[in-house]
């Protein structure tokens, strides 16, 4: 059974920052790659970054490319965003989500992916 529990969202001024983290027994086997969505009312749900658990190896969209890392920490079986340089177009309900497999290069598609957190909102304020 795939378990992913975010926590960490809230609000917090543009400028700001904010580090999400996701529960992740799975985080015990190397073949899974992990990744952050997210979906702001009205739009579609958005990859942002993505991690291979087995390297560390990363992947992130370019609207979020030098303000946000995803990171993990085996130990603890937790997964984190960081997310900095916050802007009011950051504002989502973001997800923890997982597939078994190498991540792919490039655009992170939602399609390819099975599991899914139930989500953890953030809100910047301008």
């Known amino acids: 059974q795939v378990e992913l529990v975010e926590s960490g969202g809230g609000s917090v ?10 529960s992740a027994s799975i985080l015990e086997k190397s073949g899974w790659c992990m990744a952050w969505f997210r979906q702001a009312p ?20 370019d609207s979020v490319k030098g303000r946000f890392t995803i990171s993990q920490d085996r130990a603890k079986k937790t997964l984190y965003l960081q997310m900095n340089s916050l802007e009011p177009e950051d504002s989502a309900v973001y997800y923890c989500v997982a597939d078994w ?22 809100t910047v304020s301008a």
């Open 13 to 22: 001024q543009a400028g700001g920052s904010l580090q999400l983290s996701c």
């Open 42 to 61: 009205g739009a579609e749900r958005e990859g942002i970054a993505t991690i291979y658990v087995g390297n560390g190896q990363t992947n992130y969209a």
């Open 101 to 122: 497999g190498y991540c792919n290069d490039g655009y992170i598609d939602p399609k390819v992916f099975v599991y899914w957190g139930q989500g953890t909102q953030v």
